[in-house]
């Protein structure tokens, strides 16, 4: 007998990575930076409609960010939770993981390690084969590919480096993102 429909929905996710994906990154420089303050978070266009076109297919919504100006000690935590809670009122995401470290810490959750998704998987059940991971910089891809998901880079165009694996595909936006993983789908 097969996995009930019910059951083999709650095996996928699409895990999202937050600035630049989910909301309006700060550029300098040609690379990205998170808001400031909770006030000053501006969730993308495109973005409530696109994640419950994902929420109605199945897929479970998980945020995965690194942010390491906590451990800089250039923005507290609290914030960045206050960020966090505003989200999740604001958007149908069933939950987010969040490194606090930087490069030199060396922890095993910081993108581009897959940490973050691995520990998602355990806490789900997730397939990690059946999920896909979006988001804007080379951290993310390389991420989801080391976690074995499906990578899809938001193009937005940042002066660095390339990932060291192709995405599946690249897009201009969350909502373009969800389209394409929408069509994967109803291909199989």
């Excluded at 600035?19 to 690379?31: F, Q, S, T």
């Excluded at 470290?101 to 993108?111: A, L, M, T, V």
Aim: proline residues 6%.
């Amino acid at each position: 007998m097969g996995i009930s429909p019910i059951a083999e929905r709650k095996t996928r996710a699409t895990f999202i990575d937050r600035d630049g994906v989910l909301n309006r990154a700060i550029v300098r420089d040609g690379k990205p930076y998170p808001p400031e303050t909770p006030a000053d978070l501006e969730i993308l266009d495109g973005v409530r409609e696109a994640l419950a076109k994902l929420k109605v297919a199945g897929f479970l919504l998980l945020v995965v960010t690194n942010q390491p100006d906590v451990a800089k000690g250039i923005q507290s935590r609290e914030t960045v939770e206050a960020m966090h809670l505003k989200l999740q009122a604001e958007l149908p995401l069933d939950d987010i993981f969040v490194c606090y470290h930087q490069d030199s810490d060396e922890c095993s959750c910081r993108k581009p390690k897959p940490g973050m998704l691995e520990m998602a998987a355990s806490r789900y059940g997730l397939d990690l084969g059946r999920c896909f991971m979006v988001g804007d910089r080379w951290r993310d891809v390389d991420a989801g590919y080391r976690a074995g998901c499906r990578s899809i880079l938001v193009d937005s165009g940042y002066r660095e480096r390339k990932p060291e694996n192709e995405p599946v595909a690249k897009v201009s936006s969350l909502w373009e993102a969800a389209e394409w993983i929408l069509r994967q789908e109803q291909q199989k």
